[in-house]
């Protein structure tokens, strides 16, 4: 690790300073870690990625429909009619299972009337009953025919412990976290007094109420719940439900970089920096450079978008403030974890942070 730094306060109204072991809630840095002991699993032979998900999910069968004139009807059209596609490991893994997020569609959405959580609100929901009700919702395309984030990696973890008979929470633990000595990071917080106070971004930033709404430009929203990581009872999220320290994450990152270690094989390391869906690309960004591999967006085109890191790079992002990249050319891994929503992944920051670090781009 060439540089570290903990600066600002992790809970401004108490005046507690940020320390390099600070605890945050890392909401989608979960999602690279359940992926990486979902392929665990693949090598011990527990689970293939060509499995149908109703092979250990029998009731998770939503169907692709139409819903009649929305937000969402065009973008439905225009995906081809549905097939005897079914939805596979591989498709949840790669956010191309027909799944989404309700925070990137309108207010009253499907998702919403639901009651479908997006894994960062509804302290106590049960995972059987949020996979009932993201059942219970039409698919926004055939699995394998677009690109859509999505609370595919919720159902992951569903799959994952049905596959590996245990808790999801136990799995990850016994297949990466612990062997890997990432002693803070868990779908609990193991030292309360050391987790980060959230805040949502302003002049000055806020304190998270709980719970709290955060709206964004495009007229969607998020719903917040703070407590949510210290509730018990608050199913396991595999896309966004666990907590843990910059350090740790960096110590995954540089395994999975160089190869691994005690937690992958070289060609499962390998496999989640590299695009894992072929002709298609992520809508999240402002060109058609970005594809995806297992756990994060992979860099096909710097010149295309207009970005200093090579191509190969890795990285993704979490909605309570952090971003994430690996530059396999650079040999570099950088962490960068705040408690400011949306800042931190989205905002000025991230930007400033890359022309820190290729000065010279």
């Known amino acids: 690790m060439i540089y570290q730094c903990a600066a600002g306060m992790a809970d401004r109204e108490a005046g507690v300073a940020m320390r390099l072991d600070t605890i945050f809630r890392l909401s989608s840095l979960t999602k690279p870690i359940v992926t990486a002991a979902t392929l665990a699993l693949v090598e011990l032979g527990l689970l ?7 092979r ?3 009731g998770f069968r939503p169907k692709f429909r139409g819903w009649g004139k929305s937000a969402m009807s065009m973008r439905r059209l225009l995906s081809p009619k549905p097939a005897n596609t079914p939805m596979t490991v591989r498709h949840l893994l790669t956010h191309t299972a027909g799944l989404s ?3 990137l569609q309108p207010p009253n959405n499907p998702y919403e009337t639901a009651g479908v959580s997006d894994g960062v609100a509804d302290p106590g929901l049960s995972l059987e009953e949020q996979l009932k009700r993201l059942a219970s919702v039409p698919l926004f395309h055939v699995p394998g ?10 159902v992951l973890g569903g799959v994952i412990a049905r596959a590996g008979d245990a808790p999801l929470d136990s799995l990850v633990e016994k297949l990466v976290t612990a062997p890997l000595g990432m002693v803070d990071t868990a779908f609990s917080v193991r030292d309360r007094k050391r987790l980060s106070s959230a805040y949502i971004d302003g002049k000055p930033p806020r304190l998270m ?3 709290d709404v955060v709206p964004s430009e495009n007229g969607t929203r998020i719903q917040f719940s703070p407590s949510r990581i210290l509730d018990a009872n608050s199913f396991a999220s595999g896309g966004a439900g666990m907590a843990g320290t910059a350090i740790d994450f960096m110590n995954f990152l540089e395994t999975v970089r160089q190869g691994g270690g005690a937690i992958l094989t070289p060609h499962s390391a390998r496999s989640m920096m590299t695009n894992q869906i072929g002709p298609l690309r992520i809508n999240l960004e402002a060109t058609p450079a970005w594809a995806f591999g297992f756990g994060g967006a992979v ?10 890191r090579a191509a190969g790079t890795w990285k993704w992002g979490g909605v309570y403030g952090h971003h994430w990249y690996v530059d396999p ?4 891994s950088v962490v960068a974890l705040t408690n400011t929503t949306p800042e931190g992944m989205t905002g000025p920051w991230p930007n400033q942070l890359l022309d820190a670090v290729y000065p010279t781009h």
């Open 48 to 54: 293939e990625l060509d499995d149908p998900v109703t």
């Open 56 to 58: 250990w999910l029998p």
């Open 101 to 103: 997020y309700g925070f």
């Open 145 to 154: 025919t677009a690109w859509e984030y999505s609370l595919s990696i919720d």
């Open 209 to 211: 109420q709980d719970p």
């Open 299 to 308: 860099l096909m085109d710097p010149i295309l978008a207009g970005d200093p």
């Open 329 to 332: 050319e650079q040999r570099m």
